[in-house]
């Protein structure tokens, strides 16, 4: 017979102290909000242990718009709901009223929605020690030296109990073993003694923790790793979950072999993929679902979102891609800008205060300096020279510029679009670019030069000097 869980996510809690306009699940955590992370390591555990399960989160606080957003963002999901928070043995109560399926699990595992560093790899722990020991129930425990606000771990000859900070004597308080929140627990069990649990304690609340007792078949398994269970309670809390998964992050990538100047001050988003040999420089921010390859250059101060940087391309000091794609061994910056729908070709070169929007640039195509390129094809090879301008914008709408491969725009031109410039072109430098031009067609159109020898000193002005 197959293992199976029924896995709860406890949500239900309304999260006063973030001191957020929104209730504590959808509290911004990384690129995502806070319950999607023990949801996707749930996933995680379940199918790399090949285990039937099913995810259920207890929702009550705002519970509308938390459905709504895990619903947006996860499939099969189910929701219990606790009308009142009377505490997290209420909340499991509602999670098994929620539906007989619930009861059919051989085990339950119980985690809360506000810690969001618990990894798949601990759940596989929990697990394999249940089975290894055929416990009743483990509860994830750990060492925090300053336990204020945790359930305590009292352990004695019989085994262990959880003591809630409210209902500590001052010889209780001082143990730093602390619960962290994270149980499973065989079905039966939880549901049999769920029953017993009152609500005679200092808060009036009914404590889950109240399902280990002294003398039963259960443990609480001391975790080495604090910083795994850390609860978000507070900004400071959230701090430090954020720093915490940023370190997980950046470990894993420096395994994968990405090199760091200084990791600390890298900023890496949870679904940001990086390949092999590549090198990130400090003060650098890659979020959202950017993708970038191997052997990639990533220096001081660039921004990249959404975006695909192909292998042994280069983002150059303070550039900011959006939504772009930068080719194999092309290069971007430094202080350029890449806009959404801004495809730079394979060897191509984007230099300084460049700004790039929706336009695709060929294989090889160079718009070094001072630019603006919008809305625009630009074919192979093409060298755009600086100060170049596409007016793509007539004040109503965007038109297209599309310019051939091998043509060389002169510095300080622009083209009105929508415009067309065939392959093998050169427009001359400060030319205004309004008809289309064939292939191997030369353009100019300035006006002519007039040089009068001898007169300059009639235009220059000298300064006066002010005497005294
Ligand atoms: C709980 C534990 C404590 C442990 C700590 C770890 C109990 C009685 N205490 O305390 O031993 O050290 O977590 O962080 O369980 N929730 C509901 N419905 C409720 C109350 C809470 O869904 O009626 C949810 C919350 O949204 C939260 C989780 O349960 O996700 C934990 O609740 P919280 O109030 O944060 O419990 P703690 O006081 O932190
Ligand atoms: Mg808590």
């Keep these: 017979m197959n293992l ?23 509290a911004p955590c990384l690129d995502k909000k806070l319950i999607d992370f023990p949801i996707r390591e749930l996933k995680k555990f379940f199918s790399q242990n090949k285990i039937e399960s099913k995810i259920t989160v207890v929702i009550g606080h705002q519970r509308d718009l938390v459905r709504s957003y895990v619903e947006k963002n996860h499939s099969e999901i189910s929701f219990a709901i606790q009308e009142k928070q009377l505490g997290t043995a209420d909340a499991l109560r509602s999670y098994f009223n929620s539906s007989i ?16 560093v618990v990894s798949a790899d601990d759940l596989t722990a929990l697990l ?17 030296s300053n336990p204020k606000g945790y359930g305590r771990i009292v352990r004695g000859k019989k085994g262990f109990h ?22 499973l627990l065989k079905t039966s069990y939880v549901v049999e003694h769920l029953k017993e649990i009152d609500s005679n304690n200092k808060s009036g609340e009914f404590y889950l923790t109240d399902v280990f007792k002294d003398g039963f078949n259960v443990k609480a398994h001391c975790f080495e790793n604090a910083e795994t269970f850390l609860g ?16 997980k992050i950046k470990k894993q990538h420096r395994e994968n072999g ?18 092999e040999g590549t090198v990130i420089y400090p003060n650098t921010f890659i979020t959202g679902k950017t993708k970038i390859g191997k052997n990639v250059v990533i220096e001081m101060g660039a921004q990249i979102s959404d975006s695909i940087v192909d292998d042994e391309a280069r983002v150059l000091a303070y550039s900011i891609l959006e939504g772009a794609h930068l080719h194999c061994k092309a290069a971007a910056g430094p202080f350029a800008r890449l806009r959404p729908g ?38 192979e090879n093409t060298n755009i020279g600086c100060g170049f301008i596409t007016c793509n914008y007539d004040g109503a709408n965007k038109h297209i510029t599309k310019i051939g491969k091998n043509c060389f725009i002169g510095s300080d031109s622009q083209t009105v679009a ?51």
């Excluded at 394999?128 to 925090?144: H, M, P, R, W």
């Excluded at 978000?232 to 940023?246: A, K, Y």
């Excluded at 990405?258 to 390949?275: C, K, N, Q, T």
Aim: glycine content about 8%; overall charge negative.
């Design 162 to 183: 959880i003591i809630e900070e409210k209902d500590a004597s001052d010889e209780i308080r001082k143990i730093t073993e602390v619960n962290s929140g994270l149980y």
């Design 101 to 116: 399926v619930t009861k059919e699990f051989h085990y339950t595992l119980v985690i809360c929605a506000d810690t969001p």
């Design 418 to 468: 929508p415009v067309e410039i065939g392959d093998d072109c050169f427009v001359a430098s400060s030319s205004t670019i309004t008809k289309h031009m064939p292939d191997g067609s030369f353009a100019i159109s300035r006006n002519q030069q007039t040089t009068k020898e001898g007169i300059a000193h009639r235009f220059i002005k000298k300064k006066e000097h002010k005497k005294g």
């Design 258 to 275: 990405v090199r760091f100047i200084d990791a600390p001050h890298s900023y890496i988003d949870s679904e940001v993929e990086i390949g």
């Design 232 to 247: 978000v309670n507070d900004l400071r809390q959230l701090e430090t979950v954020e720093h915490s998964l940023r370190v």
């Design 342 to 379: 801004a495809d730079i070709g394979p060897e191509a070169k984007i230099g300084n205060f460049v700004e790039i929007k929706k336009s695709v640039l060929d294989r090889g195509v160079k718009v070094s300096h001072l630019s603006y390129v919008g809305d625009a094809f630009v074919g």
């Design 128 to 144: 394999t020690l249940v089975k290894s020991e055929d416990l009743d129930g483990v509860a994830a425990s750990f060492i925090e």
């Design 4 to 26: 199976s869980i029924g896995a709860v996510v406890l949500a239900a809690g309304e999260g006063k102290r973030l001191k957020l306009n929104a209730p504590k699940p959808l």
